[in-house]
């Protein structure tokens, strides 16, 4: 197909209609009038027009970025946590709303949600600066003050002349009770920026906690000379000028309250006692129902975290005879201050009032569990400690049991010998199955497990020996028939596999595993449609068969329809919330899609069912990573090399995790535990040198790549391993030797495309696309080595070549938002028509991509509709600000608009 044609036909079928277009326009220029009105200190009009942006376009990223700013400032954190999450899933970037995220979260009280999703590390210096100051507020608040200062401290580090560090800190030590180093803290902070009313407030609060009024008032009346419509400094001041019986005084600032702040609990609060104190009953009463209803509307964890709004919400609500209510507020507000006698005073009138003259404290105690002197119970009890993975507890178990059979009963022999392989000894464990399975061959009980390792062990041959054995015994056992197709299908001998699975079907039409590895079968043949008509035959007898739902997600992520694959995930889930397959699914499929917000609450959901399960606290760790918090991704991955034991293969996978995490140290401990349980396990061996790579120890992971190559000459990953240490070393002749060598022993697209970047790097472009082109021309169905291609024929300027292989890719992968993204990029360099429309086809594909964005709207820019890039030429910048081609065409597309006006 000519690129003519083919940019006609894509024009033909473009997703955006001209009425998509003219929305675009609009929601533009509502963005940059509230832009506008933002600079202009008009808050609540660029929340108006905002709205009206997004009402416009409901995706436009930077108008959602800006309106949870414009919450922020306007008090209203509920407002700015929803846009704020939209604009996360959308994809912004983290540096762009995090230090809004967390001021959020610390208002709504969510502080250990924040400590846990936002961490500082990879942030520019400024928005890590903020970040930490918030963090810093959340363990204060969660009682942490050590922590908190170690977090003002590093703050701090980065800018020693900034005062909001120094007023976190003095709040630290204040909550602490140390009030000489708190006065301290509020005086630099103070003295460094003396125009700063928060200094002058924090003084103010030490004075006032320490009973001495005047200097109290003192530092709030120089926070209020500074900004007269400080929330907190006049809240402070008002209570302490009632204290002080100086009730005129107070009611000017009340009147500043009631004024600016009418729906403030506190502002509200105070109304009522100036109300109370006036006789004016109505009007107090009527002040106590607005303060407790500001306060019901806030989030309770939000209000948890201030023991002033507690207090607060259980006597408004006590004294409006609203007892329930009141006693939630009082009972959490006692849980921090037991002593607190008006507390205490007012729970024990309404504990009084209802007739509860002694409150009892039940003391939950379950019974002491005996181990009977019985070897079937000792048996039974180490079985569920297997299922739980503790492993080393059910070898004693099984020890004591065997050893009060003498050993002459078979099922506690496959236990025994289950629980060996769990802490690493497999030889020894194979050697108990053996050993149980000759003294009842043909038997299931013992025959299954063994059959079983087998398999993990890739031996087909003996497991097929062993069932067939079992089933002579046992012809009408269907699940030991099923498993033998199963180890057919493991021996590549599908048409043997198949006519099992339909043996099993003919002798129970109902048996729902031979129907689910039938399906698995047909999508392994790449027949999915006869796959998807048997999974939706079990769902049509059985709507809630977890299973079938989990193989049609797999089926559909297969062929591509990842939104129907999610759906189906999204039901099993309905169905069994703490089912862990679908749900670890979705995390995968939740994190490619960049919504990692929802991936981590479907992990901390799993992981929460399934505590100590490997694979449920992978994903958890892999989404703490994805949100940028190494510290509590290393923390799930080091406790699946706790709970691992010896199982090598977890080891492993273990170690990979944690060297994403940039955990080297704790990967090196999982291989060599893995090496302990394994010895010479190559995967172990072969990842392990590659760590010495990660790490910067180039002539460690040499040597060690060296002695692997001599030992296995035959394995193309090593030659592959140290062709990436020669290159990074830039030592390019032998990464060219060694890409070749694994090339040579297997002939993948990894080795091929390895080899290519070896030629490229050593100067000799020509020579690298020669090869790649040679392994593209036997290899057309190759993706990633013609994409590799592509790119090289744009270094070289062969534009019209790389087009040609951009639109072979777009048909070979018709919902790669990146292929078509860069065939729009060569078709703007080449000014061909239709890039616009390949251009739409890659955001409709992937809006979430700021390249994606970024190439619309330049692709609009240059069809003279500047209007109408500016919106995705911000929005890419939301999602990539330091990118310097985006930068570039935000800046020209902004010079055209206003050279355009004039």
């Known amino acids: 197909m000519t690129p003519i044609l083919l940019a006609l036909l894509l024009g033909v079928l473009s997703p955006y209609p001209a009425w998509a277009a003219d929305r675009a326009v609009r929601a533009s220029d509502f963005y940059e009038d509230a832009l506008v009105r933002m600079q202009n200190k008009d808050t609540k009009g660029a929340i108006v027009q905002l709205k009206n942006a997004l009402q416009q376009d409901s995706k436009m990223l930077p108008a959602l970025v800006l309106l949870g700013k414009a919450y922020l400032d306007s008090g209203a954190p509920l407002g700015a946590e929803r846009v704020l999450a939209d604009a996360e899933r959308l994809g912004a970037d983290r540096s762009q709303i995090i230090a809004m995220q967390v001021e959020v979260y610390n208002l709504l009280g969510k502080n250990q949600a924040l400590l846990e999703r936002f961490s500082p590390d990879g942030l520019p210096s400024e928005v890590k600066y903020k970040v930490l100051v918030t963090r810093a507020y959340a363990q204060i608040d969660l009682e942490q003050p050590r922590a908190a200062i170690q977090s003002l401290e590093q703050a701090r580090q980065i800018d020693p002349n900034n005062p909001a560090a120094l007023i976190a800190q003095s709040m630290a030590y204040l909550r602490s009770g140390n009030f000489a180093d708190a006065a301290a803290m509020a005086q630099l902070a103070i003295t460094k920026k003396p125009g700063d009313p928060a200094g002058w407030n924090m003084k103010g609060s030490i004075a006032h906690a320490q009973g001495n009024a005047p200097d109290a008032l003192a530092g709030y009346g120089k926070a209020l000379a500074l900004k007269p419509d400080y ?3 006049l809240i402070a001041r008002a209570s302490l000028l009632f204290d002080l019986n100086r009730d005129k005084d107070a009611a000017r600032d009340v009147a500043v309250l009631k004024q600016k702040f009418p729906d403030d609990p506190r502002s509200a609060y105070l109304q009522a006692l100036q109300a109370g104190r006036q006789g004016k009953d109505t009007e107090a009463r009527n002040a106590l129902t607005a303060a407790a209803s500001a306060l019901d509307a806030l989030p309770f964890e939000a209000v948890q975290t201030r023991p002033q709004l507690v207090l607060l919400g259980g006597i408004a609500h006590y004294s409006l005879g609203q007892n329930e209510k009141a006693k939630t507020y009082l009972g959490s507000y006692l849980k921090k201050y037991p002593q607190h006698m008006g507390a205490r005073k007012i729970m024990t009138a309404i504990l009084m009032s209802e007739k509860d003259y002694a409150k009892a404290i039940a003391f939950l105690e379950g019974p002491a569990r005996a181990r009977p002197n019985d070897p079937q119970a000792l048996s039974l009890l180490a079985t569920a400690y297997m299922a739980l993975g503790q492993h080393s507890k059910a070898v004693s178990l099984l020890e004591q049991a065997e050893g009060m059979s003498g050993g002459n009963t078979p099922d506690i022999a496959t236990n025994f010998g289950l629980s060996l392989i769990g802490v690493g000894q497999e030889a020894q464990g194979m050697a108990q199955l053996q050993k149980a399975y000759a003294k009842t061959p043909g038997r299931a009980y013992s025959g299954v497990p063994l059959a079983i390792m087998y398999l993990k062990q890739n031996q087909a041959k003996p497991a097929i020996q062993v069932l067939q054995a079992v089933l002579k015994n046992e012809p009408q056992n269907l699940t030991v028939l099923n498993l033998l197709a199963v180890a057919r299908g493991v021996s590549k001998d599908t048409a043997g596999a198949r006519k099992t699975y339909e043996q099993v079907l003919e002798k129970n039409p109902s048996f729902i595993p031979a129907k689910l590895n039938l399906a698995r079968l047909d999508r392994y043949e790449g027949k999915p449609e006869d796959a998807r008509r048997r999974l939706l035959s079990v769902l049509k007898d059985q709507p809630k068969n977890l299973d079938a739902l989990y193989e049609l997600a797999q089926l ?58 490997l694979q449920a606290l992978a994903e958890l760790g892999r989404c703490y990573l994805a949100i940028g918090n190494r510290g509590l991704a290393r923390e799930n991955f080091k406790r699946i090399t706790q709970l691992a034991g010896f199982d090598a293969d977890w080891q492993q996978r273990a170690a990979e995790l944690q060297i994403s995490a940039g955990d080297y140290e704790g990967a090196r401990y999982s291989l060599d535990k893995a090496l302990l349980s394994k010895p010479g396990y190559f995967p172990a061996l072969l990842l392990k040198a590659g760590l010495e790579k990660f790490s910067g120890n180039l002539d460690g992971a040499d040597k060690q790549a060296r002695a692997l190559a001599a030992q296995y000459p035959r394995a193309a990953a090593v030659q592959q391993l140290l062709g990436d240490i020669a290159m990074q070393r830039q030592r390019y002749g032998e990464a060219i030797t060694a890409y070749g060598a694994a090339y040579n022993l297997e002939k993948n697209a990894t080795h091929a495309i390895g080899l290519y970047n070896a030629y490229n790097a050593s100067g000799n472009p020509a020579k690298a696309l020669t090869f790649i082109q040679s392994w593209v021309g036997s290899n057309p169905a190759d993706p990633a080595a ?40 060569v078709m703007l360099k080449r000014r061909q028509p239709g890039a616009l429309a390949v251009a739409e086809r890659a955001y409709q594909l992937a809006p979430n991509d700021a390249n994606v964005a970024d190439t619309l709207g330049w692709a609009w820019v240059e069809a003279g509709q500047v209007e109408k890039g500016l919106r995705y030429l911000r929005e890419a910048q939301v999602r990539s600000p330091e990118n310097p081609e985006i930068r570039d065409h935000l800046a020209e597309a902004l010079k055209r608009k206003q050279a355009g006006s004039r």
């Open 786 to 825: 013609r994409r590799i291609l592509a790119g090289a024929y744009i270094q070289s300027g062969q534009l019209d070549l790389a087009q040609q292989h951009y639109e072979t890719l777009s048909r070979q992968l018709p919902n790669d938002a990146g292929i078509h993204n860069d065939l729009a990029y």
């Open 231 to 233: 929330l907190d400094a």
């Open 556 to 613: 559909e992520l297969a062929v591509g329809r990842t939104q129907d694959a999610v759906r189906w995930l999204e039901k099993a889930r309905s169905f069994n919330p703490q089912s862990l397959r679908p749900n670890l699914m979705l995390v995968d499929l939740y994190l490619g899609t960049g919504d990692v917000q929802k991936a981590l609450n479907i992990a901390k959901e799993a992981q929460a069912s399934n505590r100590d399960n």
